[in-house]
């Protein structure tokens, strides 16, 4: 498996180019369906966005995140947010629900994160979650491998992205002592903001940097240039291939 990522997160960046994946989180708040006084550990939180929208609910809502600006970002709100990698998760037996949105996906050995996650909840505990799942960008990803072949350089090796089927995430759900209430793919093609580009500043990180700094906007361009026809509309507006994997499941 390639090594983790190592994309970097810069709250303003994401704030300008990404607050569309808060907006989009907020039907997992339903299926969340928190109660007031709840204690919710909300992982990778990012900047805060839905952990705000957790506490604001009357829940008692602890954020973590691996990216240290956007727990400083996070905390400026007034959040309990920690620094700290899901796939090291340190907590026992303390909260009822453990809820994360878009960020599953960048944590490559699942079976770490899913032990913790296991651990972190109280008996009963729930785990309501929606990640990239099998699919996902699948054309944003070919364009990038693309981009990188005719460089001669290998996408696979880098791909810093895990989008489990539902047989796959179910089997470790149920491996790991959970019982799965519902999981599906759900195909949700996201109309982006801005331009590609700024996605790929924002997000594919990994696969720009192994590009020289002076071809890195001319293999943006390239990537834009094969997904036109098919993500971009005569007025120039993108909307990109996302799928998501849902579930709730509870231990
Ligand atoms: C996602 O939300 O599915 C996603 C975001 C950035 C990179 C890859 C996937």
Known sequence: MPAGSSQTWDPQRYARHARFVADLG????????????ERVLDLGCGDGALTAKLA???VNVVGVDAGADM???ARTGGLDV????AHALTFEREFDAVFSNAALHWMRHPDAVLEGIR???KPGGRFVAEFGGAGNIASILAALMEVLRRRRLDGQAIMPWYFPTVEEYRRKLEAHGFTVDSIALIPRPT???GALADWLDTFAEDFLR???EAEREAAKAEVSAILRPKLCDPQGR????YVRLRLAARI
């Not at 997992?28 to 928190?34: D, F, N």
């Not at 920690?82 to 990698?85: G, K, W």
């Not at 993108?238 to 291939?241: A, E, L």
């Open 119 to 121: 651990r972190a909840l």
């Open 56 to 58: 604001a609910l009357g």
């Open 191 to 193: 109309p982006l903001p």
């Open 82 to 85: 920690r620094l700290m990698d």
């Open 71 to 73: 727990v400083a970002a």
């Open 210 to 212: 192994v590009i020289p």
């Open 26 to 37: 907020e039907p997992l708040i339903e299926l969340l369906a928190p109660r007031p006084g």
């Open 238 to 241: 993108w909307t990109i291939d």
